[in-house]
C-alpha cells in the first residue's frame, strides 16, 4: 500500500487539435456566449436518474443568480430527457451528440463543471480536472 504522503497517478486523457476544433465547432453552434456548465442528465437506470425538474431548477437558479448557461448533452435516445428539461429557456442548450467522447472530454474541460448522474460520462468529465457534481 503507498504511504499517506504519497500521491496517486492522476489518470488523464489527450486529444488532439481535432477534437479541440470540433468541442469548439459544436458550443459555437449551440450559441454558447459566455460561462457554462455541462449537464447530462440521463442514466440507464431510472433508480439512478435524478428528476429532470431538477436539474431545470438548477440551470435556472445558475442563469438567474450567475448568467451561466447549461449545456444538456445527451444522445439521440435522451432526446426527451433534453427537452423536458430545455423547454423555453434560452439560456439551456441541447446537445444531442453522437461525437467521440474526446470531444465531450474537450467540452467539459471548457465549462465550469459537470452535473450528471451516474454514467459513463461523468466518469469521462471526472478525468478533465473541473468540478463534478454527481
Request: charged residues 20%.
Amino acid at each position: 500500500f503507498p504511504s499517506h504522503d504519497t500521491a496517486l497517478p492522476i489518470s488523464k486523457l489527450y486529444t488532439n487539435q481535432g477534437h479541440i476544433d470540433t468541442a469548439k465547432l459544436r458550443l459555437e453552434e449551440l450559441g454558447v456566449l459566455g460561462k457554462f456548465v455541462v449537464v447530462h442528465p440521463a442514466a440507464r437506470k431510472k433508480l439512478r436518474q435524478w428528476s429532470p425538474k431538477k436539474f431545470e431548477a438548477i440551470a435556472v437558479y445558475l442563469w438567474e443568480k450567475h448568467q451561466i448557461e447549461t449545456v444538456i448533452m445527451g444522445t439521440q435516445d435522451e432526446v426527451s430527457i433534453l427537452e423536458e428539461i430545455k423547454q423555453q429557456h434560452s439560456f439551456v442548450k441541447s446537445w444531442v451528440s453522437n461525437d467521440s467522447l474526446l470531444v465531450f472530454y474537450e467540452v467539459v474541460c471548457n465549462s465550469e463543471f459537470f452535473l450528471g448522474n451516474e454514467s459513463g460520462p461523468l466518469q469521462i468529465a471526472d478525468l478533465s480536472g473541473k468540478p463534478v457534481i454527481g
